[in-house]
């Protein structure tokens, strides 16, 4: 994850994406990895991604009332409510354990031959 995307997204107070369709965001990952609570449109890897109340809030796509309402409930709730999943998410996602979990696959397939 590049620093530059990291850096914006630390700058703000949460991260919007009102995509209607998509299958993944590299901006969701960059929020995560800001720790800055992600509001998204249930569309794509970003139901996945988002775990409502959690990690941010999820929308349905289109629906901008929702979209609103969304943005308010978790700037009405502050990122420290937050905080512990997104911390959890971006432990989770971070390239150290991707590596470290294809290397124990690796090893497990050599073992087997």
């Known amino acids: 994850m590049n620093r ?6 630390a700058a703000c107070d949460l991260v919007v994406l009102p995509y209607t ?6 901006i969701a990952a960059r929020a995560i990895g800001a720790r800055r ?3 998204a449109a249930a569309v794509g890897g970003l139901s996945e991604t988002v775990v409502p109340g959690v990690t941010g809030e999820l929308f349905p796509p289109g629906d901008a009332g929702a979209l609103a309402d969304a943005v308010a409930t978790v700037l009405e709730r502050g990122p420290s409510r937050y905080a512990p999943g997104l911390e959890r998410a ?3 996602a971070a390239w150290p354990r991707y590596a470290a979990e294809i290397l124990t696959f690796i090893e497990r397939v050599v073992n087997r031959g």
Request: charged share 15%.
């Open 4 to 9: 530059r995307g990291v850096g914006l997204a």
């Open 21 to 26: 369709r998509i299958s993944a965001s590299a």
């Open 90 to 92: 971006s432990e989770h």
């Open 37 to 39: 609570p992600i509001v």
